[in-house]
């Protein structure tokens, strides 16, 4: 029994999904400073609100969402991803969004499964 | 400390546009640091490859844990023991250790499982961080690993995430 999926709904995209965590960042510590006791609970909740929200899109992949929050203090930080998978169903997007006190990094991955 | 791409930014999110002008809030704003992709775009006309079905449940080989921290303990301490913070240095390092961490778990060669290797370079400075993930997968087949290193001038992090392919 084959299962016919449409080619445009099935590939990722990046775009809408960055729009998305942007949301979703900005809801969780939209108008907050950077606090020490509450950076555990905001990297969960952020993480949890986008898979959730990657989830209702109900697109046939697996998800890995990544948050990194880091204070602002003059120091560096660099990221880097690299992937091993098919470029031409799954993909990765990466969004930055910082405030007076803070940096927030996410990365979305996003890999194919065939049903 | 980082450069701020704003037309980057604007043009990758249609919706985003109208969003910053209307809803910015006091305080935060969405912009693009330095972006360095190695874009395959073009790779992305081909057609999807459609496979055929393989009538297995699950992965004859499991992607062994211990095996891979192992690996990223020795790429982190190897590249990073003796070195110092410094940008243009840590920007390529950063992209190096991802690829050299890539090849080497690609030659463990454990069939059908995909690959995404995560590392964050950065500097020593008396502030506070958090990591965090949190995956949508199979848990009986998919797994991570996840390795940090820290010297007296900068600290790294490196996850692999190694995802069955159905």
């Known amino acids: 029994m084959e299962e016919y999926n449409p080619v445009d709904e099935v590939a990722f995209n990046a775009d809408e999904v960055n729009i998305s965590i942007k949301e979703c960042v900005e809801g969780v510590i939209g108008g907050t400073d950077y606090n020490q006791n509450k950076v555990n609970q905001w990297t969960a909740s952020i993480v949890e609100h986008s898979l959730t929200h990657l989830v209702k899109q109900g697109r046939p992949f697996k998800y890995i969402v990544n948050c990194a929050i880091m204070q602002k203090s003059g120091a560096g930080l660099h990221t880097a991803n690299s992937c091993y998978w098919d470029t031409t169903t799954d993909g990765s997007c990466t969004a930055r969004w910082e405030n007076r006190t803070m940096y927030c990094v996410v990365s979305v991955f996003a890999v194919a499964v065939t049903l | ?166």
């Open chain 2, 1 to 166: 400390m980082s450069e701020v791409f704003k037309d980057k930014s604007q043009r990758r999110g249609h919706g985003a546009r109208g969003k910053e002008a209307t809803g910015r809030t006091k305080d935060s704003i969405s912009t693009v640091s330095y972006i360095d992709e190695l874009a395959h775009h073009d790779d992305n006309a081909r057609m999807a490859i459609t496979t055929e079905n393989t009538y297995q449940l699950g992965p004859n080989k499991r992607m062994p844990v211990p095996a891979v921290t192992d690996i990223l303990k020795d790429v982190l301490t190897s590249y990073l023991q003796e070195e110092k913070y410094e940008v243009e240095w840590s920007q390529k390092m950063t992209k190096t250790i991802c690829e050299v961490v890539r090849a080497r778990v690609k030659e463990l060669m454990i069939p059908r499982y995909k690959i995404v290797v995560l590392v964050h370079i950065g500097q020593l400075a008396g502030q506070s961080m958090q990591i965090s993930s949190r995956c949508l997968w199979d848990a009986a087949n998919d797994t991570f690993a996840s390795f940090s290193f820290k010297n007296s001038s900068l600290y790294g992090v490196a996850t692999v995430y190694a995802v069955y392919y159905e």
